[in-house]
């Protein structure tokens, strides 16, 4: 079987800084994701990527870029923290027709 | 659009009782449906996933049936155990190559002894 690496577990920044949270998976997936998890609101989708250097918005794609610099790796930058922001980021992989296959998490704190 | 309401934010039940949470979609073409179980500090994982010959899907005591005359696919099992304590996503797929999902808020599960 295959994992979803992300790192790092847990990230605290400051308000302002630009922050980048990193996704590796060994299942040679094609299509890969970055969710946003918040208490009460769901996941949302902020960037994904159907191949290597493909990027496709998602719906919470504002104050983010992403990057898929190869098949097996997907990077997300938060470009400016926001104070008192509190989340969790979730990657995700998947090919064809097979269910997302998550990562567990990195876990952001803004001071 | 294409929307996933689950209208539990926390059901709180004994062990042994039944479990129902709710799901249902809109949706303009035939959607996959899907349930996805977090456990405390782990990642989401995929539970059941709806069949389009109408099958029932069934994991770990659980199941779910796509009623596409009322737009559901609530999650169903007949005796609560304590490790079901967990966050249950429902959420929809279009079909197509990218496998993106539409999520549902969530619902707490919190099985008491």
């Known amino acids: 079987g295959g994992i979803i690496t992300q790192t790092p577990k847990f990230l605290i920044g400051q308000e302002g800084q630009k922050l980048t949270l990193k996704c590796q998976q060994n299942f040679n997936h094609d299509t890969m994701y970055w969710y946003r998890q918040d208490s009460g609101k769901g996941l949302r989708l902020i960037y994904y990527?159907?191949?290597?250097?493909?990027?496709q918005k998602g719906d919470l794609s504002e104050g983010y870029d992403a990057s898929r610099e190869k098949k097996s790796s997907f990077s997300l930058t938060v470009t400016s923290a926001q104070k008192n922001e509190m989340a969790v980021f979730l990657c995700a992989s998947s090919i064809e027709d097979s269910p997302l296959y998550f990562g567990a998490g990195t876990r952001l704190s803004v001071l | 659009g294409d929307s996933v309401t689950q209208t539990e934010g926390l059901v709180t039940l004994t062990e042994g009782l039944p479990v129902m949470l709710n799901c249902t979609y809109q949706s303009t073409y035939s959607p996959f449906l899907f349930w996805y179980v977090q456990h405390l500090n782990e990642a989401p994982k995929l539970l059941l996933k709806?069949?389009?010959?109408?099958k029932r899907p069934e994991h770990q005591g659980f199941h779910a049936t796509l009623h596409k005359s009322s737009s559901s696919f609530h999650l169903q099992k007949s005796s609560a155990q304590l490790s079901d304590s967990a966050l249950y996503y429902c959420a929809l797929s279009l079909g197509g190559n990218t496998g993106k999902l539409i999520f549902g808020l969530g619902t707490t599960l919190q099985v008491q002894p």
């Open positions: 990527s159907i191949t290597e250097n493909d990027l």
């Open positions: 709806s069949f389009t010959d109408n």
